[in-house]
């Protein structure tokens, strides 16, 4: 993937790609809206999900453990994964013991993060994505754009076509009516969930003290994979793990309104362990790392492992809703993925992740929706320090010369007075008026140009402070 400004700008003349992202994100922010004004104590319940949240990850190695413990009581194997690589092995290994060549996916980000269907594929496995909208990603061989609704991207008459190309047995007469292709699509599943004798999922949450894994979604597609097939493999991240049932509980009233904008998830699956006679009578669970601990160790960032994948701040970003999620270039786009992807990564691995710090306005509006009070500003602009640092080298960049230019400039009034002239004629030469009265500057020459391409440039007033303050002693 380009660094993220050069995606964005070519996601930005996408007119249509931008038609669908506002009329989605609107959507789910009105729906959001609605149902948290319902809950008088929101704030107490935010700050009781970030409360849990850091003391299970300053104790993650505990917890961890006696989650290996609860679950190996229960007829549970548990793997342990340090990167991508030895977690896809885990899950291929699995398959291939037990002659699978085809499994069915709960939607899941952390086997997206991994690879893992693309992984399985070179082992000869087949992964069916069995939630709508992976379905429409995984056929028409696109990338998710969106952490809840992966397809957010696709209008309706995209769907449609990718179906009428990708889907075996489309019927030819099929319209692009919703109900239409959520039928056409349940016919496809219904023989895949009925044949397939393996499948993938991730879970939401991880109970410590019962072993339990908790999976919310909308579509009853989950529940299907969690009970039909003989064999279930879960990929679980580690910052996933809460200690309690109680715990929980504030978490399943944070998610579901924060992610989809309803009072309860339609379906809540949980499972802990084997039952004899009562779905997956083999049950493997896949402990990821893939960076978390790296992420854990830096005391700033570490707080974007208390997200629960809800999707509030992509719905409330000016920028995400703009450019979509592929300019991110990562499962995790928007701003939680702009500060997790180099957290995960490590910043330095390569241009594009170190672009992600600078996908922000700063405006707030994430950190305000955020139902556990991830402070990604606060985050987003530690993680630009960081690039800062990693990127000087024995020649000062563009940015550093300009820094040292302006403070060279601004320490002596006799500079700044010159500084101040300079400024004013060249505010002339692209001076123009907006609406509503406010002047601005739109065009300067070069390096000036780098600003203004992108966005205006407020103009000096006709009178300095300096010159005001002279005349006002006079008086």
């Known amino acids: 993937?380009?660094?993220?400004?050069?995606?964005?700008?070519?996601?930005?003349?996408?007119?249509?790609?931008?038609?669908?992202?506002?009329?989605?994100?609107?959507?789910?922010?009105?729906?959001?809206?609605?149902?948290?004004?319902?809950?008088?104590?929101?704030?107490?319940?935010?700050?009781?999900?970030?409360?849990?949240?850091?003391?299970?990850?300053?104790?993650?190695?505990?917890?961890?453990?006696?989650?290996?413990?609860?679950?190996?009581?229960?007829?549970?194997?548990?793997?342990?994964?340090?990167?991508?690589?030895?977690?896809?092995?885990v899950v291929g290994r699995i398959a291939r013991s037990h002659g699978v060549d085809e499994v069915v996916k709960v939607k899941s980000m952390a086997t997206q993060e991994i690879g893992l269907n693309e992984a399985l594929a070179a082992q000869g496995v087949t992964a069916w994505e069995t939630d709508l909208a992976e379905l429409v990603v995984q056929?028409?061989?696109?990338?998710?754009?969106?952490?809840?609704?992966?397809?957010?991207?696709?209008?309706?008459?995209?769907?449609?076509?990718?179906?009428?190309?990708?889907?075996?047995?489309?019927?030819?007469e099929l319209s692009?009516?919703?109900?239409?292709?959520?039928?056409?699509?349940?016919?496809?599943?219904?023989?895949?969930?009925?044949?397939?004798?393996?499948?993938?999922?991730?879970?939401?949450?991880?109970?410590?003290?019962?072993?339990?894994?908790?999976?919310?979604?909308?579509?009853?597609?989950g529940r299907m994979c969690l009970t039909l097939p003989e064999i279930l493999v879960s990929v679980v991240g580690?910052?996933?793990?809460?200690?309690?049932?109680?715990?929980?509980?504030?978490?399943?009233?944070?998610?579901?309104?924060?992610?989809?904008?309803?009072?309860m998830n339609p379906y809540t699956s949980t499972w802990s362990?084997?039952?004899?006679?009562?779905?997956p009578q083999e049950m493997h669970v896949v402990l990821l790392d893939n960076g978390r601990t790296r992420a854990l160790?830096?005391?700033?960032?570490?707080?974007?492992?208390?997200c629960i994948r809800c999707s509030a701040c992509l719905n409330v970003c000016p920028v995400y809703e703009r450019t979509g999620?592929?300019?991110?270039?990562?499962?995790?786009?928007?701003?939680?993925?702009?500060?997790?992807?180099?957290?995960?990564?490590?910043?330095?691995?390569?241009?594009?992740?170190d672009s992600l710090p600078y996908a922000s306005s700063l405006c707030g509006a994430c950190f305000d929706a955020c139902p556990v009070r991830i402070d990604i500003p606060e985050v987003l602009v530690h993680l630009r320090s960081q690039v800062v640092d990693v990127r000087r080298g024995p020649r000062p960049h563009a940015e550093a010369v300009a820094m040292k230019a302006a403070s060279w400039t601004l320490a002596r009034s006799g500079r700044l007075r010159i500084a101040e002239r300079v400024s004013a004629v060249f505010s002339r030469l692209g001076r123009r008026r907006l609406p509503g009265g406010r002047?601005?500057?739109t065009r300067l020459p070069w390096p000036g140009s780098l600003w203004t391409d992108a966005r205006d440039l407020p103009a000096p007033p006709a009178e300095s402070f300096r010159k005001w303050w002279r005349r006002d002693e006079r008086s």
């Open 139 to 172: 056929l028409g061989d696109d990338l998710p754009s969106h952490i809840l609704v992966p397809a957010i991207h696709r209008n309706r008459a995209e769907i449609r076509e990718i179906f009428l190309s990708k889907m075996e047995g489309t019927d030819p």
């Open 238 to 263: 580690i910052e996933k793990v809460v200690p309690t049932w109680a715990d929980l509980d504030v978490f399943l009233q944070l998610l579901p309104r924060s992610s989809t904008g309803e009072r």
């Open 176 to 221: 692009d009516e919703p109900a239409e292709l959520a039928a056409a699509a349940r016919r496809h599943l219904r023989q895949k969930f009925l044949s397939a004798r393996m499948a993938v999922s991730g879970a939401n949450f991880a109970v410590a003290d019962t072993g339990t894994l908790v999976v919310v979604e909308s579509e009853g597609n």
């Open 1 to 89: 993937m380009p660094p993220f400004p050069q995606a964005a700008r070519e996601a930005l003349g996408d007119t249509q790609l931008r038609r669908n992202l506002a009329h989605a994100t609107a959507t789910i922010r009105a729906k959001r809206a609605a149902v948290v004004a319902e809950v008088p104590e929101w704030e107490e319940l935010r700050r009781a999900g970030a409360a849990i949240k850091d003391n299970t990850l300053r104790q993650l190695d505990r917890h961890l453990l006696r989650l290996e413990r609860s679950l190996t009581d229960h007829g549970v194997t548990v793997h342990w994964a340090r990167d991508a690589a030895e977690a896809c092995d």
């Open 297 to 306: 160790a830096d005391e700033i960032g570490r707080q974007a492992l208390r």
């Open 439 to 441: 002047r601005a500057v």
């Open 273 to 279: 362990g084997v039952t004899p006679g009562d779905g």
């Open 325 to 353: 999620g592929h300019a991110y270039g990562s499962v995790y786009p928007g701003p939680i993925g702009a500060i997790l992807n180099p957290l995960l990564k490590g910043v330095g691995t390569d241009a594009q992740t």
